[in-house]
């Protein structure tokens, strides 16, 4: 069971990016996945989910930018981040947690995730 993400780098401000997170070793089971960032000296922060009913949610800083998807034939999680912005910069990290419906409401707390990937570096800088 393992999840890898891709697609980071350095961007400027108001740049895009597309970031991908592809599962290996997932049984079929309801679950929610979410893309969190932690920049240094601050907290792991939920920045989008989606779940298995393709139901989304966003921190209220990434709504109307990021866009959160998924390809179920490919076991892969999206975030397309567009107008970037310099505090935007993190490491950012899928999860998958299969305590469906209750991730649901609890998307954006770490505990309820389980499985997490490596990360993968975004900075936003001119």
């Known amino acids: 069971v393992q999840l890898v993400e891709s697609g980071g780098g350095l961007v400027q401000p108001g740049g895009s990016l597309r970031l991908s997170c592809a599962g290996y070793?997932?049984?079929?089971?309801?679950?929610?996945m979410t893309w969190f960032r932690q920049a240094p000296g601050r907290e792991r922060e939920g920045v989008a989910t989606?779940?298995?009913?393709?139901?989304?949610n966003y921190a209220d800083s990434v709504k109307g930018r990021f866009t959160v998807s998924q390809d179920n034939a490919k076991n892969t999680l999206y975030l397309q981040m567009n107008s970037l912005k310099p505090e935007d910069t993190a490491m950012y990290y899928c999860?998958?947690?299969?305590?469906?419906?209750?991730?649901?409401?609890?998307?954006?707390?770490?505990?309820?995730?389980?499985?997490w990937g490596q990360g993968t570096q975004v900075t936003v800088s001119s």
């Open positions: 989606i779940d298995i009913a393709d139901s989304t």
């Open positions: 070793g997932f049984v079929y089971s309801p679950y929610c």
């Open positions: 999860a998958r947690s299969n305590l469906w419906p209750s991730c649901r409401q609890g998307w954006r707390t770490t505990t309820q995730f389980y499985y």
